[in-house]
C-alpha cells in the first residue's frame, strides 16, 4: 500500500465554490471566514482563504455547504501560520470533514487545541497522526497565528464532487469540553498505551479493560459464527448453485455472459471477496526510543517476551530495512491472553471459520503462510522483483528494477522457487508480482534509465535503439540538441538531456514496460502454468503501461483507495479481468489517532462504504474481486512507517466490529446474484 496520508490513488474531487473574501483580523466571539452568498460559482480543486486570525479560542469550523452529487465528499483543511507555505500536495497538516451525498446545509469540524504541556508533542514520533491529531510532531500548528487555509476534496476516483461552499465560521470553543488529556502534565499523559496495545486517556464502545474482556467477546463470537453462513458454496467458496463451466482443477479466468469470472477447479464461477494480512501480527509496533509510551511491556524469559518478534515477515523485513531494532506485537500478545500456548494455531483456524462465516472466501497478499497453507481457504500470494534498479526512478517500497538486467529475471525464478509448495496447489489462486510501482509519465522510465550509469543493461538497450534508429551519434545529436562524441558517451552521461525528443523517450519507456511484464510472464508460464499471474498492484499508472500489462497479465491489479468503482474503466481497447488488490475505509471512534486513507464519520458509515465499494465492483463487468486491507486494526502507535489506522475487521484484541461483520455478510452471502444478474 502506498503510504502518504495526503493525494494517494485517487483524484481531486472538484470543488465549485464561491469566490471567497479575505478573512477578517477583527476578533470576534464567532469569527466569520468566509461569507459570499453572491458571488459567481466557479470550478476548482481547492479553496484558498487568506486572512488573519487567532482560533485559540475558536476551533469548531462549521461551513455552510452543498453537496450537488450523488457521492460522498471528505475535504480536508490544511492550515499555515504567518510566514508559512503550504504545500498541497506534502503537508501532513490537515483534518477532514465529511459531507454527505446531496447534503445541503452545515456541517462542523472540531479542531484540536494544542495540549497545555508543551513538552509532549515533541516526544511523540513514528506515528502518522498522534493523539493531539498532528500529521508530524514537526509540524504542529498555531492556533493563534493562522494565515492561510486551504479546503481540499479528495478520494473521488476521477468522479468529480461539485461542493458549494457558501459560509465559513470558526464558532466560539471557550465552553467546550476537550478530552481531560489535553490538561495533563507529561507525568500524568506518559504512558499512554495500556497493556491491551490500546490508548489509555478516552473510552470507546469496544475498548479492552481486562483479559476477561477478551474471554467473554471470544465466547460471544462463537455463538454467531456457529448460527451463521453462506448458502450455496462449495468447498472453494465458488457458486454451487450456479452455472458450471470447464473444471481444470486450478483456478482460470473466463468470459461468461459480458462479465469477467475467475472459475474455480471444479469449473464454477467465483468472485474473490477478500481480505489483505491475514495474520497474527497485523498491529506491530515500534519501540525504539518509545518505551515511555506503553505501561506494560513483558520481561525477557517469560511467555509474552516473544511477542519482541513478529509473525509478520514482511512487516519485520521492513521493519529492518528501515533500521529499526525492536518492536513488540500487542496483537499477537492478546492472542496469548484469548488462547494460551496455542494461539497461533487457534487464530488460524478462527480465521479460516471467520472468512467463511462473513462470506468471504479469499486469503490475499500479505497473510501468513502457515495459515493459506492449511488449505480450508483460497489464496492469493505476492513475489517481489530484487536486483539492480533505474538510478533516476523513485518509489515508498523500492525503485523500478531494471528488466534488461540478468539479476531481474533470475530473481523471479528464485522468487517463484521460494513458493514452490504453491505453484501447484489448487488452493492457490496466483500471484501478484511487486506492489505500488512508481511507473511516472509516459516518458519517466526512459528518463530514469539516462540517469543510470553505463552499466544499466536498459541503459546499453536504449543505447543500441537509439544507434540503430539514428545511425549515427551525429544524427542523435541533431534531433535531441545534445553533444555526445559517441554512443560511450551516452552510456557515461548520466545528465538528462533538456531536448530529448519526447516520442523517443516516450518509444523506449514503452520497451522497458513490455520487457518487465514478458518477462515476467514468460517465467510464470515455464514456473507456474497453473497460476494466474495477477500484476504489480497498480497504483499510479499510464496508459501505455496499462495496454502493456493488458497483454500479459492474467489478471490487471489496482490499488484503489476511493469511495467506489463506478467510474472506474480500463482503456478503450483493454478487456480484461481486474481485481483489486487494496481498499479501506476508517473512523475515529476506536481508539485510533487516524482513521484511515478515506475517513468516515464512524463505524455504521464505514460499514455502509465497505457495502457500496464493493457492490459497485460486483456490477462491474471486468471486476473479479476486492481485498479489504487489513484483517486487524494497525497498532495505535504505528507500525514501521508510523501508520496507525483504524482498518481492520477486528481490533487489536481480535475483536470484529459488529457494523462492519453486518455489512460483510450482506454482500458477501448475495455478492453472485448481485454479480450475475446486477440486482
Known amino acids: 500500500m502506498k503510504k502518504t496520508q495526503i493525494l494517494l490513488n485517487a483524484i481531486c474531487f472538484i470543488f465549485c465554490v464561491l469566490l471567497c473574501a479575505c478573512g477578517s483580523s477583527k476578533q470576534s466571539k464567532d469569527i466569520v471566514m ?6 459567481s460559482v466557479q470550478q476548482k480543486k481547492y479553496l484558498d482563504i487568506t486572512g488573519q486570525w487567532d482560533l485559540t479560542n475558536n476551533l469548531e469550523l462549521v461551513a455552510n455547504v452543498e453537496n450537488l452529487s450523488d ?9 499555515a501560520n504567518i510566514g508559512e507555505n503550504i504545500k498541497l500536495k506534502e503537508d501532513n497538516r490537515s483534518w477532514s470533514m465529511y459531507i454527505p451525498a446531496r447534503y445541503k446545509g452545515e456541517v462542523s469540524l472540531m479542531l484540536p487545541p494544542p495540549p497545555k504541556d508543551k513538552t509532549i508533542v515533541p ?3 513514528r506515528m502518522r497522526t498522534d493523539p493531539f491529531h498532528n500529521g508530524d510532531r514537526t509540524k504542529h500548528i498555531d492556533f493563534s497565528k493562522v494565515s492561510r487555509i486551504v479546503m481540499m476534496g479528495h478520494w473521488s476516483n476521477k468522479g468529480n464532487v461539485p461542493i458549494k461552499v457558501i459560509k465559513l465560521v470558526a464558532k466560539d470553543t471557550r465552553n467546550v469540553r476537550f478530552p481531560q488529556y489535553y490538561s495533563m502534565s507529561a507525568n500524568e499523559f506518559f504512558p499512554f498505551i495500556d497493556k491491551y496495545g490500546q490508548f489509555k486517556h478516552t473510552n470507546w464502545k469496544l475498548k479492552v479493560h481486562s483479559d476477561a474482556d477478551i474471554i467473554n467477546a471470544d465466547i460471544e463470537e462463537e455463538k454467531d459464527l456457529a448460527k451463521n453462513n453462506p448458502k450455496g458454496w462449495n468447498k472453494w467458496g465458488g457458486w454451487a448453485d450456479g452455472p458450471t463451466l470447464k473444471a481444470t482443477g486450478h483456478f482460470r479466468v473466463e468470459k461468461y455472459q459480458g462479465k469477467w469470472w475467475i472459475v474455480d477447479p471444479e469449473g464454477k464461477l467465483y468472485w474473490s ?6 495474520n497474527p501480527s497485523g498491529s506491530v509496533t515500534t519501540l525504539d526510543n518509545r518505551d515511555k509510551y506503553f505501561e506494560w511491556l513483558p520481561k525477557e524469559n ?10 509478520d515477515a514482511i512487516l519485520g523485513k521492513l521493519s529492518k530495512e528501515r533500521g529499526i531494532k525492536r518492536n513488540f506485537d500487542f496483537g499477537g500478545s492478546n492472542l496469548y491472553i484469548k488462547y494460551g500456548e496455542q494461539w497461533k494455531e487457534k487464530f488460524a483456524d478462527k480465521a479460516h471459520r471467520r472468512l467463511k462465516s462473513w462470506g468471504l472466501n479469499t486469503i490475499a497478499n500479505s497473510s501468513a503462510t502457515y495459515i493459506s497453507m492449511q488449505r480450508r481457504t483460497p489464496y492469493i500470494d505476492r513475489i517481489e522483483v530484487q536486483g539492480e534498479y533505474l538510478m533516476g526512478s523513485q518509489g515508498y517500497w523500492y525503485p523500478f528494477r531494471d528488466p534488461y538486467s540478468k539479476t531481474f529475471s533470475q530473481s523471479v525464478v528464485d522468487a517463484l522457487n521460494d513458493h514452490k509448495e504453491q505453484l501447484d496447489d489448487p488452493w492457490c489462486l496466483g500471484m501478484f508480482c511487486d506492489n505500488e510501482l512508481k511507473w511516472g509519465k509516459p516518458a519517466d522510465l526512459a528518463k530514469w534509465t539516462i540517469q543510470s550509469n553505463k552499466n544499466c543493461a536498459a541503459k546499453k538497450a536504449f543505447a543500441q535503439k537509439l544507434q540503430k534508429q539514428y545511425g549515427s551519434i551525429k544524427a542523435l545529436n541533431k534531433a535531441w540538441q545534445t553533444n555526445y562524441k559517441d ?3 551516452f552510456l557515461n552521461s548520466t545528465k538528462l538531456p533538456k531536448n530529448a525528443l519526447h516520442k523517443d523517450l516516450v518509444d523506449f519507456s514503452k520497451d522497458i514496460t513490455e520487457k518487465y511484464f514478458s518477462v515476467i510472464k514468460e517465467i510464470f508460464n515455464k514456473m507456474a502454468p497453473n497460476k494466474l499471474y495477477m500484476g504489480c498492484r497498480f497504483s499510479g499508472f499510464n496508459e501505455n503501461i496499462l495496454r502493456i500489462a493488458g497483454k500479459y497479465c492474467d489478471v490487471i491489479s489496482y490499488n484503489i483507495y476511493s469511495q467506489d468503482l463506478k467510474h472506474f474503466k480500463l482503456p478503450n481497447g483493454v478487456d480484461k479481468p481486474v481485481i483489486i488488490g487494496e481498499f479501506h475505509f476508517g473512523s475515529f471512534d476506536s481508539g485510533l489517532f487516524n482513521p484511515s486513507l478515506v475517513f468516515r464519520p464512524n463505524q455504521k458509515l464505514r460499514a455502509q462504504a465497505y457495502e457500496e465499494y464493493v457492490v459497485s465492483a460486483l456490477k462491474h463487468p471486468n471486476l473479479v474481486g476486492t481485498h479489504w486491507h487489513q ?8 507500525r ?5 489506522f483504524n482498518v481492520g475487521f477486528f481490533t487489536i484484541c481480535d475483536i470484529p466490529y459488529p457494523e462492519m461483520r453486518s455489512a460483510v455478510r450482506k454482500v458477501g452471502y448475495d455478492m453472485y446474484n448481485i454479480r450475475l444478474n446486477n440486482e
Open 34 to 39: 468566509l461569507d459570499n452568498p453572491n458571488t
Open 71 to 79: 457521492k460522498h465528499a471528505v475535504v480536508s483543511f490544511r492550515f
Open 123 to 125: 516526544q511523540l514520533i
Open 273 to 278: 471477496h477478500g481480505v489483505v494480512r491475514v
Open 302 to 311: 517469560t511467555p509474552e517476551a516473544i511477542f519482541y518478534k513478529t509473525e
Open 487 to 489: 554512443f560511450n558517451d
Open 631 to 638: 484483517y486487524t486494526d494497525q497498532a495505535t502507535t504505528g
Open 640 to 644: 514501521f512507517d508510523g501508520e496507525n
